[in-house]
């Protein structure tokens, strides 16, 4: 087997653990009753079907038929050892915070009934770390796959998707639990300890 086509494969494996991680969390929040929907809007399912274009399909077809041809370069192995260090860190974050966040967490911006404010495990290093955790899936792949469109896709789709929402879901927590929200965001940063 070829650098290039083990690299795909473990691309591969990490989506698919990171659904395998994420499919009993999406049980579980959907049985929890949703309080105020009014941030699921469609603009929301815009944002995330740019984010999906660039983490799933965009790389898929890369993964499966090559294309775009011509925008591919050669891999080193070092490149693909980093590519799967950085998944797996990825995929460990994700874990944690789907465990962190239990019953409070959802796939678009919404509250649910007798939502919480977390604040703790990998909560209280950053506000954001499930996008820390996509952030480094991103990377990963743009490492794991060769090509300059298809590597990318996934830092410019989660990029857009942060960018635009990032803000509405930190008004959102504000509206809903005021002084407690201010008083977490004094203290911690959005996906970097420390940084950012
Ligand atoms: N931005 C967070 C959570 C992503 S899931 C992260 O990156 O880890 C999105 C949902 O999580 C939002 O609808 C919001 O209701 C909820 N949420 C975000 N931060 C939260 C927190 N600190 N405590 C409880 N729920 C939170």
Known sequence: MTLLACSKIAWALGVIAWYVIRLPFERKAKRAQVADARHRTLREMVLLSISTLGLGIVPAIY??????????????PVQVMAGICVFAASLWLFWRTHRDLGRNWSVTL???DAHQLVTGGVYAYVR???????FLWAVAQALLLPNLVAGPAGLVGFGILFAFRVG???????????????AYCART??????IF
């Open 63 to 76: 993964a499966a038929t090559g294309f775009p041809k011509g925008l591919t370069y050669a891999l080193s």
């Open 110 to 112: 919404e509250i649910k």
């Open 128 to 134: 954001h770390p499930m996008y820390s955790a996509f």
């Open 168 to 182: 509405r879901e930190e008004a959102m927590m504000r509206q809903t639990f005021g002084p407690a929200y201010d």
């Open 189 to 194: 940063r959005r996906i970097i300890p420390g």
